[in-house]
């Protein structure tokens, strides 16, 4: 399958997301492993419903990229030069590691908002459509995050 202008712009804005995505992953790992103090239990849970719904969307995107001839980055060492979210750095208390998140989430849907303008603008349909389906339920998890900051 040729690469046209188009299918090099979506593998690149879908490829940013595949390295984001393969990041928060772990990082919520990490969180639901080193979660500490009274909101544990409640805090556990919901990051490894998230973990888990983070991987469902982790293998969409890469999917995607896939089905349109490119190939998605499949090692850490290169997701983490192009991820625009940090991983966990370790010692983080619950409140970090909630608005850690916080941010993380707002980051990846500004730039899920532009990729899919982007998607859009290159008739892109399929990639749009990913794009507004998990900013909408990333969107969700930030008000969820803001209310337990009590922002």
Known sequence: MAKTKEKVLS?????????????LYMKLHHYHWYVKGENFFTLHVKFEE???EAG???DSIAERMLSIGALPTANLKEQLEIATIKEASG????GEMVQSLAD????????????ITAAEDND??????????????LE?????LGAYLAE
């Open 124 to 137: 892109d349909q399929p990639t749009a459509d990913l794009f507004i389906a998990i900013r909408t339920s």
């Open 56 to 58: 469902i969307h982790l």
């Open 50 to 52: 998230w973990y888990a």
């Open 91 to 94: 010692g983080e208390s619950a």
């Open 11 to 23: 593998s690149d804005v879908l490829d940013k997301q595949v390295a984001n995505f393969s990041v």
């Open 140 to 144: 969700k998890h930030r008000w969820m």
């Open 104 to 115: 993380d989430f707002d980051t990846i849907c500004t730039e899920l908002t532009e990729g």
